[in-house]
């Protein structure tokens, strides 16, 4: 039986670039536990940012050894270059856009949907989190 779990992410910085942080919300389909990711990852632009939550979200459908992956995020850039429908032209993404890609590879299925930012308070909250609690 392949274990299917659902991950939300966020990534945001201050300023584009300005202090970023990252979010992942992963829903163990199973179980029906959530785990709650959120990391300061320190100056850096809004895409930047959205790649490392998302390779922090498949890292953990890895750890959880998933088989399938949904991944929702509200970045349409990031949704659409892991779909290969855009070109990932900046070399600082092209980087993170390797390893996210690499990653999706230790999954039997892996798919990525763009969703509204309303959709996605619970990753959104967890990225105000990391960038406050380093900030202050």
């Given at each position: 039986m392949s274990k299917k779990v659902t991950t939300y992410?966020?990534?945001?910085?201050?300023?584009?670039?300005?202090?970023?942080?990252?979010?992942?919300?992963?829903?163990?389909?199973?179980?029906?536990?959530?785990?709650?990711?959120?990391?300061?990852?320190g100056e850096t632009t809004n895409n930047q940012a959205e790649y490392k939550a998302l390779i922090m979200a498949l890292e953990s459908?890895?750890?959880?050894?998933?088989?399938?992956?949904?991944?929702?995020?509200?970045?349409?850039?990031?949704?659409?270059?892991?779909?290969?429908?855009?070109?990932?032209?900046?070399?600082?993404?092209q980087k993170l856009f390797i390893q996210a890609y690499n990653l999706?590879?230790?999954?039997?299925?892996?798919?990525?949907?763009?969703?509204?930012?309303e959709k996605n308070k619970h990753a959104d909250r967890l990225v105000n989190e990391a960038i406050d609690e380093h900030v202050s």
């Open positions: 992410t966020d990534g945001g910085a201050r300023g584009n670039p300005g202090p970023a942080g990252i979010g992942a919300v992963v829903h163990d389909l199973e179980t029906d536990i959530v785990h709650e990711h959120k990391k300061y990852i459908a890895k750890e959880l050894s998933a088989d399938e992956v949904q991944c929702f995020l509200d970045s349409e850039l990031v949704v659409k270059q892991m779909r290969k429908e855009y070109k990932v032209k900046d070399p600082g993404l999706t590879t230790a999954f039997k299925k892996v798919t990525f949907s763009h969703i509204p930012r």
